[in-house]
Nanobody, 124 residues
Framework: QVQLVESGGGLVQAGDSLRISCAASGRTFSNYAMAWFRQAPGKEREYVAAISWIGGNTIYADSVKGRFTISRDNAKQTVYLQMNSLKPEDTAVYYC?????????????????WGQGTQVTVSS
């Protein structure tokens, strides 16, 4: 079992930056690819970014490429999402997810564990 707890969400203005975190506990964190997904009201959950379990390879959705950066600190068992140049359309609940020995799939079905989410609201 892996427990994931997101934090750091909040209300910001368009153009601002925000960093959200996801702390993991349980099994060996370094063996898991980690990803961020988001879900806006009335919409399906969508892939945002992921980082592989080995090599630190990162993948981004086109909508956030160049603005968001995913990173991980295996010693702290934490994954981060640095979000810059935020837009109102980035408003959503952001979820982190873990995939055992994964490479950063965009498919929700690949991920075994999910956090409870953290709300990010970007005002115009």
């Amino acid at each position: 079992q892996v427990q994931l707890v997101e934090s750091g969400g909040g209300l910001v203005q368009a153009g601002d930056s925000l960093r959200i975190s996801c702390a993991a506990s349980g099994r060996t964190f370094s063996n898991y690819a980690m990803a961020w997904f988001r879900q806006a009201p009335g919409k399906e959950r969508e892939y945002v970014a992921a980082i592989s379990w080995i090599g630190g390879n990162t993948i981004y959705a086109d909508s956030v490429k160049g603005r968001f950066t995913i990173s991980r600190d295996n010693a702290k068992q934490t994954v981060y999402l640095q979000m810059n140049s935020l837009k109102p359309e980035d408003t959503a609940v952001y979820y982190c997810a873990a995939d055992y020995y994964g490479l950063g799939s965009e498919s929700l079905d690949r991920y075994d564990y999910w956090g409870q989410g953290t709300q990010v609201t970007v005002s115009s």
